[in-house]
């Protein structure tokens, strides 16, 4: 019992640390556009170093509370599995390890090193992908390893699952609104599993329907965005509504490289593949606004840093 208790003081204090990131302005970028600015929400700052943690973290609660995973009542625990391009992967398994449930992961085998360490030091069990087959690779894999063994796992299925919009929905778009004092214009997300995007704009659009939210996407199935999907030829999320977006840009892995090279070596500033590219596309969009004549508050998802992905060689790239 004393073991139970401060198992669960952890998780408790762990799942408090969860929110409340902070909203950085990407001056360098506007310095040319005056009346109209660039904020990225620093979602490094969560516990486990992402965006992710969010979602995550409500997807366990719910299970938790439902009683489907973890400690059963014959003694046994019950684990969760899913399928993850890495951070979702990375928040289950810190999550895990502080609440005490195993986490079993279906991931493609070429996620980045770092990804592969850290989730090795959580102790997460891992089920390597086909790197071709991409994130439906593992999606594909997962299927296949709970339905040979349905009473083993709890399926958390981020993709599907009503609670990953939903975190978003009560926590990142309250945050934004406050942070801006309502100013907010314009958001922009990338898409993956669609959670951030879909519970996002969803709350934002009740707070102020004249928001404008603009999805991004890779421009190919074949890319370096690492944890986003091209939906034109991937298995599209069932919590996905492409009809939420008042538009979508999509993306070349390149400019999101260049971006994060140019926030690094102007600003100061580290952050992940598709952080770069939705700052990318957020000054595609302030750029546009400008250029009319308008004033805009564009604010966008800085989904992690660039800690996980320090072992790409385009950083020794100009």
Avoid at 195 to 223: H, V, W, Y
Wanted: aromatic residues 6%.
């Amino acid at each position: 019992m004393p073991t139970m208790t401060a198992t669960t003081t952890l998780g408790t204090g762990l799942l408090e640390r969860i929110g409340n990131t902070p909203l950085v302005r990407l001056d360098e970028l506007t310095l040319d556009m005056p009346g109209v600015q660039i904020l990225g929400k620093a979602e490094w700052a969560n516990p486990g170093g992402s965006v992710k943690d969010r979602a995550a973290s409500a997807i366990v609660g719910d299970a938790m509370r439902r009683g489907v995973l973890g400690r059963r009542a014959d003694g046994s625990v019950q684990g969760l599995l899913d399928a993850t391009s890495g951070n979702t992967g990375i928040a289950y398994a810190m999550l895990g390890a502080a609440l005490g449930f195993p986490v079993t992961l279906c991931m493609p085998s070429n996620v980045s090193q770092e990804r592969k360490k850290y989730l090795a030091a959580y102790g997460a069990e891992i089920v390597w992908t086909n790197p071709a087959d991409g994130s439906d690779g593992a999606i594909r894999k997962a299927r296949e390893m709970v339905a040979a063994e349905p009473e083993r796992y709890f399926y958390a299925d981020q993709y599907s699952n009503e609670n990953n919009w939903k975190s978003h929905y009560h926590t990142t778009a309250n945050e934004i609104w406050k942070q801006t004092e309502g100013q907010i214009t314009h958001f922009v997300a990338g898409l993956g599993t669609s959670g951030t995007f879909m519970g996002t704009t969803r709350r934002l659009k009740e707070l102020n329907p004249e928001i404008e939210c603009i999805s991004m996407q890779p421009d190919s199935a074949f890319n370096g965005l690492e944890g986003l999907k091209h939906m034109a030829t991937a298995i599209v999320p069932k919590i996905y509504d492409p009809a939420l977006a008042d538009a979508n840009i999509d993306l070349e892995t390149e400019r999101a490289y260049k971006m994060c090279l140019r926030l690094a070596r102007k600003s100061g500033l580290l952050v992940g593949v598709s952080a770069g590219g939705a700052v990318a596309a957020a000054l595609e969009i302030a750029e546009r606004e400008y250029k009319a004549g308008r004033e805009a508050v564009v604010v966008t998802i800085l989904c992690d840093s660039a800690e996980k992905y320090m072992s790409e060689r385009f950083w020794q790239e100009g």
